[in-house]
């Protein structure tokens, strides 16, 4: 299919060939060399992923009045998910495409909240850490919300005093992160959630990477600073599944703290001619997939499975911390609070982290560039257990390697 116009069409042998040998240049993360975009509890929870995902791939989540089995399902992995954020009966949330649509959501429902209660009478802002997620900036973009972005701390965490002092009267959302995704530290949420309370606003908790991590490891007996629905002040957690819950792409959960939190998320219309129309995200169509493959992996991991996966990756990512900390040419940002850090270099001039991340990439790894500061960010889970050895073999050879090249720092492009 090289030119714009379709050929004949090809036997299914033909079609997958091709498939499979555009694959020659894709991270062989399924093989644990992708420290970041792919996740993977073993080939067996890969395989129900992958099949859960075949059988539900054309039913469409749209209207479940036609697939009572996606309305159960997700029913079930929206309960579970609330399990683990410690929500109560009164917790209610959907499954998302993910955390980006969860965090365009959550400014979309801080707005609608002000607008119904009759708080919206200039342009509205938020006020986050420097550390919380890019995908809120889409969100404020999106609806039109100022962000207000205050440092963090030397420690990284979200600087509570500092945030206090950004908020006034058209603020209508805070957030935290549990943890943030560029240094793996938890906010100090208890902190931040009350000065939600204070000002009687949204307070979400960015979970999109611990919300499966953190409640495991607090079963695994490690001490866990509150961060879920234990927090008064709290008004919505988003979880990704696609992440640490090792399903396939396309599957997040956002909860909040009650039904009309949640009804500040939906949208309703009858103002066209095809009828009353509602949906409680961005998509209308969507895939029955994802929600069958959530459903299918949770099932299959259970309790055990997520323990067993969680205890692999936190191991795995304190035995890269600690070499990297105990390196002489490189510097760990922080100790990781779950299974996400990243590092620099001591001397950048010598050894530029950038052209350190080339050198790992032509080794066959991949991981994520980020800055300020410049860093490598590596994200463990559970396939990495086997390689943590190689891997750190490979970074000491490839420091060594650094003599004043340099590197860049490139981008998330996905907008060519
Ligand atoms: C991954 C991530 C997101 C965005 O989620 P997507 O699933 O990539 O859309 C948001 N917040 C945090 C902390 C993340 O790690």
Partial sequence: MTTRHLSSGVSQSQVFDELESFRSHDVKWRDGRSFTLAYSAGAEALA????????????????????PSLRRMQQEVV???????HGDDATAGFM??????????????AVQRFRREGRLTATPNMVLPTSAHA???????????????VEVGSDWRANVDAMSRAIDENTILIVGSAPQYPQGVVDPIEAIASLAQ???INCH?????GGVTLPYLEKLGEPIPLWDFRVPGVTSISVDLHKYGYTSKGAGVLLHRNKQLRNDQ?????NWLGGMYGSSGILGTKSGGPIASAWAVMRFLGENGYLDATRSSRASTQRLAAHIDAHPDLVLRAQPDSTLLSFGTVDEK??????LADLLIARGWYMDRQGPPASIHLTVNAVHASRVDEFLADLDECVAGLNGQSGEMGSYASTE
């Fill in 48 to 67: 129900v992923a992958e099949e859960a995902y075949r059988r539900f791939s054309g039913e469409n989540a749209l209207n479940t009045a036609a697939f």
């Fill in 96 to 109: 998302t495409s993910g955390g980006t649509e969860s965090l365009v959501l959550v400014v979309r429902s």
């Fill in 205 to 209: 908790v960015d979970a999109c990477m």
């Fill in 350 to 355: 010598r050894h530029d982290v950038f052209a």
């Fill in 79 to 85: 309960d579970t998910v609330t399990a683990w954020c």
């Fill in 266 to 270: 939906t949208f309703v219309t009858d």
């Fill in 135 to 149: 995908a809120l900036e889409k969100g404020a973009d999106y609806f039109s919300v100022e962000s207000r972005r």
């Fill in 198 to 200: 204070q000002h009687n």
